[in-house]
T-cell receptor, first 113, second 115 residues
Framework: DAKTTQPNSMESNEEEPVHLPCNHSTISGTDYIHWYRQLPSQGPEYVIHGLTSNVNNRMASLAIAEDRKSSTLILHRATLRDAAVYYCILRDAPNNAGNMLTFGGGTRLMVKP | DAGVIQSPRHEVTEMGQEVTLRCKPISGHDYLFWYRQTMMRGLELLIYFNNNVPIDDSGMPEDRFSAKMPNASFSTLKIQPSEPRDSAVYFC?????????????FGPGTRLTVT
């Protein structure tokens, strides 16, 4: 998997939007951008993924830059339950053989009441 | 759907003892993964299976670690003999495929403490 860069930590207020950035300047044309999060004392959970277009689901939105060298995970209204470590991961779409999830340090999101 | 099930949730054992961690993947998933998480090294992939067959075990740290998947609904990760440096949280995950369009579903983990 290509390398991603994320801030170590971010802070947000409850019920405000949160924008979590991720840089992936060496992304290849077939790499999907995946986001996972890990709540305290739990296993990682899938949040969202995309290739080129912005994506929305019930958990979050993913905004992908036009050149695909960066992306932003958007939580529209942060709740205390969203406090977690968020991982941005690139995965090659057609490469089944070596297409593992490689977790970096992620961004620790703290949500203040 | 019960999700990925792991047992036990917590295990405390003494150095030198054998430890067996268990995992039941989501029904219908073809791939099963074992990860280890420590403060120092983060989340690391140890081994993964496809259709019950081990495909890549390059992440297994030593011969003391072994993993099996006797059928599509059960896998074990065994450490024999255990050492204090094996203390970590071990996660099992499963998915339908490896391509970048598939997500992995993780279990709650087993927290292993070796004294």
């Amino acid at each position: 998997d290509a390398k991603t860069t994320q801030p170590n930590s971010m802070e947000s207020n409850e019920e405000e939007p949160v924008h979590l950035p991720c840089n992936h300047s060496t992304i290849s044309g077939t790499d999907y951008i995946h986001w996972y999060r890990q709540l305290p004392s739990q296993g990682p959970e899938y949040v969202i993924h995309g290739l080129t277009s912005n994506v929305n689901n019930r958990m979050a939105s993913l905004a992908i830059a036009e050149d695909r060298k960066s992306s932003t995970l958007i939580l529209h209204r942060a709740t205390l339950r969203d406090a977690a470590v968020y991982y941005c991961i690139l995965r090659d779409a057609p490469n089944n053989a070596g297409n593992m999830l490689t977790f970096g340090g992620g961004t620790r999101l703290m949500v203040k009441p | 759907d019960a999700g990925v099930i792991q047992s036990p949730r917590h295990e405390v054992t003494e150095m030198g003892q054998e430890v067996t961690l268990r995992c039941k993947p989501i029904s219908g998933h073809d791939y099963l993964f074992w990860y280890r998480q420590t403060m120092m090294r983060g989340l690391e992939l140890l081994i993964y299976f496809n259709n019950n067959v081990p495909i890549d075990d390059s992440g297994m740290p030593e011969d003391r670690f072994s993993a099996k998947m006797p059928n599509a609904s059960f896998s074990t990760l065994k450490i024999q003999p255990s050492e204090p440096r094996d203390s970590a949280v071990y996660f099992c995950a499963s998915s339908w495929g490896l391509a970048g369009t598939y997500e992995q579903y993780f279990g709650p983990g087993t927290r292993l403490t070796v004294t």
